[in-house]
């Protein structure tokens, strides 16, 4: 069975993108936050891609909320839902279609006021809430504004902790971004995400997720680089900024980049620390 679905649960925005830096350098100067917004650039896409596939896999595997507040995607954007398990992988899938039949693609002004065009699909096990159920999301020629995404993620529910929250492993084995300039970058991930509010409600407005992991990547400008997160972050739905945490950027052959989202407030200001030098940037 298909059903197209036009509108989607708004879930947090994991790691919003720094917008304001000159990534074309070939050397990192002490003030270069290049790095960090190329790995933000990724990160933030990335979720951006959870966000449309976990509403329909939040419960259930198949439950969606309809209130209009919560429309992430415009109605260019067609959602395709099996519901038939896979006769060989007992798997269900859905398939996300931005419309293509212009050259931007589907305006998407209730989520991020950026334009898509391509595909992202999923594929799952079992409910979202179940131990052990699996999804796995692709893209396929899937472009945001005039920037191509290639992306392998793989989710899995691993249960509940000792606090008694669910905890899932965010798995992005492939990340490629071609840009509109002919540069490009790529990116892996490994993260843990914990459930740490709202898991008991069947609606997404109570929850609030504590994120750690690491990363690692190839800027744009050829430049090898790590990160982790040394305090966790902290995502609440209804905030589309990530409300407190630390990463630690770490470029080959040049100081860490301290990014800090600050202790707790729902706004777009940060801090990159370099050398001990203290840089304030604004979060897109």
């Known amino acids: 069975m298909k059903e197209g679905i036009l509108k989607f649960s708004l879930l947090a925005m994991l790691f919003a993108s720094i917008t304001t830096f000159n990534s074309c350098k070939k050397e990192l100067s002490d ?3 290049s790095v960090a917004a190329d790995n933000f650039k990724a990160e933030n896409e990335s979720d951006r891609i959870w966000d449309a596939i976990n509403s329909s896999a939040y419960e259930n595997s198949i439950y ?32 996300i279609l931005f419309d293509t039949t212009n050259n931007l693609g589907c305006l998407c002004s209730g989520w991020d006021n950026k334009y898509r065009k391509g595909e992202i699909k999923a594929t799952w096990t079992g409910p979202y809430r179940q131990v ?20 392998v993620k793989t989710v899995t529910n691993n249960g509940t902790n000792g606090a008694g929250h669910l905890t899932y492993a965010i798995d992005v084995s492939l990340a490629n971004i071609l840009f509109s300039d002919g540069t490009s970058m790529s990116w892996t991930s490994q993260r843990t995400r914990e459930w740490v509010e709202g898991q008991g409600s069947l609606t997404p407005l109570d929850d609030v997720y504590s994120i750690t992991g690491n990363a690692e990547g190839v800027s744009r400008a050829s430049v090898n680089f790590t990160t982790s997160i040394t305090d966790p972050l902290i995502i609440a739905v209804g905030c589309p900024y990530i409300k407190q945490g630390i990463i630690e950027i770490t470029p080959d052959g040049n100081p860490i980049r301290t990014l800090d989202f600050g202790t707790g407030g729902c706004d777009a200001q940060a801090t990159v620390e370099i050398n001990g030098i203290v840089f304030n940037i604004v979060l897109q």
């Open 31 to 33: 003030d270069d936050t």
């Open 64 to 95: 969606k909320m309809e209130d209009a507040n919560f429309a992430l995607l415009p109605s260019c954007a067609e959602v395709f839902l099996d519901t038939i398990p896979d006769t060989i992988t007992g798997e269900k899938s859905i398939t």
């Open 132 to 151: 052990g159920t699996v999804i796995k999301i692709t893209t396929h020629n899937y472009y945001v504004n005039s920037d191509k995404f290639d992306y």
